[in-house]
């Protein structure tokens, strides 16, 4: 397999194109990443070192830390149509609320705490379902992501005289026009389409650069779960490449006559490149 970076490879290939990396004197110091945000040979820069040790003409010591502030890739604001996330937080409420933790210390920063800051009013959020295994229900945000203190069901393991839950700083946005898909899209599906949409997601992300923050790991035809994390985007060729989602997004971002004007101007480019959206 011919490897170079910036390529993302399945991840059963990730050993072999480690060592040839490695070879060509290029892998020493990488570390990889996912189209999914795990599964990618793209190259990461060494990290930067966290903290400095300073001293003043005494003699007196102090460390100055970096800032690890993460700056989100937002591909999709250039390119109209691409207004799809999915949810995979599981909450009671997720048919009227898409939320997200704020982090705390130097995971306040994550873009997997800071994604959802970048959902729009009018954006398309499908929600997975852990308990059936498959995405089951779509809504469309409201309004604008705001702060909120919610609670948030504690690990199993931190569980303690009956408190199941701990209220934290949060990210939310209002839902509405929750509706149930027709038929859910199982994780098996899920693998298969997405085996066949490979060379397309390589090529957005070649396109538009990574991560895509795409929320399934990749890598078998046969099986595939969500990535962790709270909100995820999904690409457009993802969405159109599964009738079931095709026909939920076109639904809920169908408009009133009033509005069909406006509806051409983002949602043009998805019906071109994705004709289920016609």
């Avoid at 098996?188 to 790991?217: K, M, N």
């Avoid at 779960?225 to 690409?235: A, E, Y």
């Amino acid at each position: 397999m011919e490897v170079r970076r910036g390529m993302i490879v399945p991840s059963l290939d990730i050993v072999r194109s480690r060592v040839e990396l490695w070879r060509r004197g290029v892998a020493s110091i990488w570390r990889y990443r996912s189209v999914g945000n795990r599964n990618s040979t793209r190259p990461e820069s060494p990290p930067r070192p966290r903290a400095r040790v300073l001293c003043d003409r005494k003699g007196a010591v102090t460390v100055a830390w970096r800032s690890q502030e993460t700056r989100i890739n937002a591909w999709w604001e250039k390119r109209p149509g691409e207004r799809y996330w999915l949810d995979v937080t599981e909450r009671d409420d997720r048919g009227t609320l898409l939320a997200a933790p704020r982090g705390e210390g130097r995971s306040e920063d994550s873009w997997r705490h800071q994604l959802i800051t970048h959902v729009k009013s009018g954006d398309v959020v499908f929600h997975y379902d852990a308990s059936q295994r498959g995405i089951t229900t779509c809504s469309v945000a409201k309004g604008a992501v705001g702060k909120k203190e919610l609670d948030w069901p504690l690990p199993g393991r931190f569980e303690s005289n009956g408190v199941t839950s701990q209220g934290l700083p949060s990210w939310g946005i209002r839902l509405e026009r929750s509706t149930e898909l027709a038929a859910a899209v199982p994780l098996e599906e899920i693998a298969r389409t997405q085996s066949s949409l490979f060379p397309a997601l390589r090529a957005l992300e070649e396109e538009v650069g990574d991560p895509l923050y795409y929320p399934f790991e990749m890598g078998s035809p046969h099986a595939t779960h969500p990535l962790s994390g709270f909100v995820f985007k999904l690409p457009g060729v993802f969405v159109f490449g599964f009738p079931e989602l095709a026909r939920a997004a076109e639904r809920l971002t169908r408009p009133l006559p009033a509005q069909e004007k406006s509806r051409s101007s983002w949602m043009a480019p998805v019906t071109r490149l994705h004709p289920a959206a016609r």
